[in-house]
């Protein structure tokens, strides 16, 4: 794409809302009964140390909340169920006992993402609450043990975070799931079969605003910034993407999209388009004195204007150049010229061998009639684009609604093998996200 700066930037911004109880039902879809034990009576202990067992269930669902505005905070209560059995060898014989008692663990985490796609979380612990204490049995007597089981968890609740943080880096993986979505982007589209019309998408940089929360619903915005180019012909050829650029974090995203639609034709079908008006038209001159017929033409660009190349038979017979600026007529939805006018060389011979070609209505004819359609594109386009943002379910529980209120042209631009006529596509656009799968 030759065309391409900030003015042409489009700019997809995606609403996203995640309900709370669908975080809550994921989580605790993932983890349930036994989710943790450690036998160390099988396989004794390298070092030596007491050998113990312990078995955690998790005994009720696990509670997610989340604080207020844009803190990214979740606030975890993990109801647990645990069995310990603790073994010590008195004399050479081994002596155990074991308890069973509930606990519920209560959590806080920060929650972003890096740059890099990297899901970082920062948890802390924030304390916990007894449903039964522990007790072991001696000698037929329930001896309370809160106090040590208390003074152990707390000794390590700290390693228990920054084991859970580090498994949710290692576990979570959003890079290869970013990528493929990436490159599906990436993909052209075929919005139009009948005029085989792909629609291209170029994305340059993805941007997120931070988490926040409003009652019960995560909220947060992505915007997709890139260039989109729709093309005629054959399917584009896109090799896949490797890599992804860094993440953007933005404070915020415009509520509304923008996107600048490249219509291209290229030099060659504008060529037979022209052909289909004016090859073998006549032209009369000075009462019938004088005629050209035109035979062919070929069109390409120069700087800002377009020059054709017509070539002649009848009183004049020869190839003969014009220029003019392309420009796009929003009433006729065309690509049409303006300021058409032989350029110096055909000008100068001309004049000495054709004064009354040159002072005649040639260029004005060709100028008044030489028109590349492109309406039919454009209303196609829109057509397509909007049946792509009605309910449409991108995942199980993702849905995408969404408004193209105007289209509206820009102008004309000349690329050494095509005329792009760009035109920009303004709505809105929103992503329901609910009962995640």
């Known amino acids: 794409m030759e065309v391409r700066n900030e003015t042409y930037l489009s700019t997809v911004n995606v609403p996203v809302r995640i309900a709370l109880r669908?975080?809550?039902q994921q989580i605790n879809k993932q983890v349930n009964g036994l989710i943790f034990e450690s036998n160390t009576f099988d396989t004794p202990a390298p070092d030596g140390s007491d050998p113990i067992h312990l078995k955690v269930w998790k005994r009720a669902p696990i509670g997610v909340s989340a604080a207020g505005g844009a803190d990214s905070l979740f606030?975890?209560?993990?109801?647990?169920?645990?069995?310990?059995?603790?073994?010590k060898r008195i004399l050479g014989f081994m002596q155990s006992a074991d308890t069973e008692f509930e606990i519920t663990l209560k959590f806080a985490t920060r929650f972003s993402i890096d740059p890099n796609w990297a899901?970082?979380?920062?948890?802390t612990a924030e304390g916990y609450e007894w449903g039964t204490k522990p007790s072991v049995r001696l000698g037929g007597f329930a001896i309370p043990i809160t106090g040590l089981v208390s003074r152990i968890i707390d000794r390590n609740l700290g390693t228990i975070t920054k084991s859970l943080d580090a498994e949710v880096r290692k576990q979570i993986d959003l890079r290869t799931p970013v990528l493929e979505a990436w490159n599906t982007v990436r993909t052209?589209?075929?919005?139009?079969?009948?005029?085989?019309?792909?629609l291209q998408v170029v994305p340059r940089r993805v941007l997120i605003t931070p988490l926040r929360f409003e009652g019960n619903v995560i909220r947060t915005q992505i915007g997709l910034e890139g260039y989109t180019l729709t093309s005629v012909g054959n399917k584009p050829a896109v090799k896949p993407a490797v890599s992804l650029p860094d993440l953007v974090v933005v404070p915020t995203i415009k509520d509304d999209f923008q996107v600048g639609i490249l219509n291209?034709?290229?030099y060659e079908e504008a060529a037979k388009l022209a052909g289909q008006t004016f090859v073998g038209k006549r032209f009369d001159f000075q009462?019938?004195?004088?005629?050209?017929?035109?035979?062919?033409?070929?069109?390409y660009g120069q700087n800002d204007n377009l020059i054709?190349?017509?070539?002649?038979?009848?009183?004049?017979?020869?190839?003969?150049y014009l220029k003019g600026r392309p420009y796009y007529d929003p009433e006729t939805k065309t690509v049409a010229l303006k300021d058409l006018q032989y350029d110096l060389e055909t000008s100068s011979w001309l004049q000495r061998t054709a004064s009354w070609l040159l002072k005649g209505t040639l260029a004005r004819m060709l100028e008044k009639q030489f028109t590349i359609p492109v309406g039919d594109q454009i209303t196609e386009i829109q057509r397509s684009v909007q049946t792509q943002l009605k309910n449409n379910q991108l995942a199980k529980g993702v849905v995408l609604n969404g408004q193209i209120d105007e289209i509206w042209p820009d102008g004309v631009y000349l690329t050494p093998t095509a005329i792009l006529a760009v035109v920009f596509a303004k709505g809105k656009v929103d992503v329901k996200v609910e009962g995640l799968q």
Do not use: C, M
């Open 287 to 299: 009462e019938g004195r004088y005629h050209v017929t035109i035979e062919d033409i070929d069109l």
């Open 75 to 87: 606030r975890f209560v993990v109801p647990l169920k645990i069995w310990a059995k603790a073994g």
């Open 308 to 320: 054709i190349k017509a070539g002649l038979s009848g009183s004049v017979t020869g190839n003969i």
């Open 188 to 198: 052209p589209y075929l919005l139009s079969d009948q005029y085989k019309t792909w």
């Open 119 to 123: 899901v970082n979380t920062q948890t």
């Open 264 to 266: 291209e034709a290229t």
């Open 22 to 24: 669908d975080v809550e």
